[in-house]
């Protein structure tokens, strides 16, 4: 079959989604300890690897075809993708493993500082199987929530065009999960260390992010006119989302932050990619507005309820998904055999249908994520030493640091592999810990 541009332009977004990976290691790079800076990038980074080689052999084999109780697809059904050689089916095989790389990569966010890289490694193809693949099949793959599933045909098929519930539900709530089976950083809300230590980088991970989030969202786009609408959308709501979270800052705390604004960027994001082929470039300002000052404010929300999601995975992820995919039941367009959300008179029926798909996204997450952490954590374990805790993850995990200071390492030592003399450790945790 000759190449279209339809097809070059799904292989465009999939690489485009696939640098939004390396983004969010900057961005979170930059918003975790200087000591934790390298660790940080690698768990996004080993993601890239793990789901890459997951996704070829079964990952994709689970999204779609028959299902098994329409919760998942045969694994075996396309096994080492040998069945797509020769089609055009690939092109849509490689632009979704890119979701679900960038899917599991999210959750690293919430553990920062403290996880063992080598339970990581276990835990990402065990999630992505078990957890993202199933929901992937029951969203899009013709499962549980589509519009022929039991569910979907009970009460409406919920609309999640980029993944609302399967990408930033589900990493959400996964990384909640995980944030209360590790448990708290020493110092959790007093240590001022555990501030971003590198903002410039924060900002370059959001633009990544951005520019990755065209092809994230507009991938998928059926015709010129949608894919017109779906770009719009996806840089008006984040563009409104950071007006609105340091708007929040100015009127909360006396003055807007630079981590705010690519914070709020990425909280709006996150809510128009559900919604984004469904509203127009009103509703996705408004979205935007609405997504990026409750997020803002959904951000000490740890700190009352007291679970250390480090890198507010929780706050802008779930959150914000939530956001986004309940909007839908208000502002979503009237369409061709679809009367729209309450706002355009569509009724209830397309908020039961948000609502209902957002509470089995939480489930699944929920559970699975419960048991797959527990098992690491009572097995291998999934959490460092207090010590490592203290000289830095990157050197306990990696034997590296991110940055050097004349020979002496932030994490404490000359060289990684060098003896520590207590004055050593003393000097980098003075200068920057």
Not at 135 to 153: H, K, N, T
Not at 372 to 395: M, N, Q, W, Y
Request: charged share 10%.
């Amino acid at each position: 079959m000759d190449l279209t541009a339809g097809h070059v332009w799904v292989m465009i977004s999939a690489a485009m989604v696939l640098l939004m990976t390396p983004g969010l290691a900057f961005f979170y790079g930059g918003m975790t300890r200087a000591k934790a800076a390298l660790n940080m990038m690698m768990m996004s980074f080993v993601a890239v690897g793990l789901v890459g080689i997951v996704w070829v052999l079964w990952g994709y084999s689970m999204t779609g075809g028959d299902g098994i109780a329409q919760l998942f697809g045969n694994p075996f059904a396309s096994f080492g993708l040998a069945g797509l050689i020769g089609t055009e089916d690939l092109i849509g095989a490689g632009y979704g493993a890119t979701f679900a790389i960038i899917t599991v990569a999210l959750i690293s966010g919430a553990i920062a500082d403290r996880a063992k890289f080598g339970a990581w490694t276990l835990f990402v193809p065990i999630w992505v199987t078990l957890v993202y693949c199933p929901l992937a099949f029951m969203v899009w793959g013709g499962g549980l929530l589509s519009a022929d599933g039991a569910v979907g045909s009970a009460v409406g098929e919920a609309i999640d065009f980029a993944g609302g519930t399967v990408v930033h539900i589900s990493a959400g709530v996964a990384a909640l999960v995980l944030a209360l089976i590790l448990g708290k950083r020493q110092g959790f809300g007093k240590d001022p260390a555990q501030r971003p230590h590198n903002i410039p980088l924060v900002m370059l991970g959001a633009a990544l992010l951005w520019f990755g989030w065209f092809g994230f969202n507009g991938g998928a786009a059926g015709t010129a006119e949608e894919a017109g609408l779906i770009w719009v959308n996806t840089m008006a709501a984040p563009a409104a989302a950071m007006v609105g979270w340091i708007l929040t800052e100015r009127f909360r705390d006396g003055r807007p932050t630079s981590l705010g604004a690519a914070s709020g960027i990425v909280a709006g994001l996150v809510a128009i990619t559900p919604a984004c082929a469904n509203v127009s470039p009103v509703g996705a300002v408004c979205l935007g507005l609405v997504s990026g000052a409750v997020c803002a404010l959904a951000v000490g929300i740890k700190y009352r309820l007291g679970f250390d999601d480090s890198l507010d995975v929780v706050a802008v992820h779930l959150v914000a998904g939530i956001t986004g995919t309940l909007a839908l039941g208000f502002i979503a367009l009237p369409v061709e055999g679809a009367g729209g959300g309450l706002f355009y008179g569509g009724g209830a029926g397309q908020l039961l249908a948000q609502t209902v798909a957002a509470v089995v996204a939480i489930a699944l997450s929920a559970i699975m994520t419960a048991i797959i952490g527990l098992g690491i954590h009572k097995t291998i374990g999934f959490r460092i030493t207090p010590d490592d805790e203290v000289s830095g993850v990157d050197l306990s995990e990696h034997a590296e640091t991110a940055y050097e200071f004349g020979g002496l390492g932030v994490g404490g030592s000359f060289h990684p592999f060098a003896e520590q003399t207590k004055t050593q450790r003393q000097v980098p945790e003075a200068v920057n810990s």
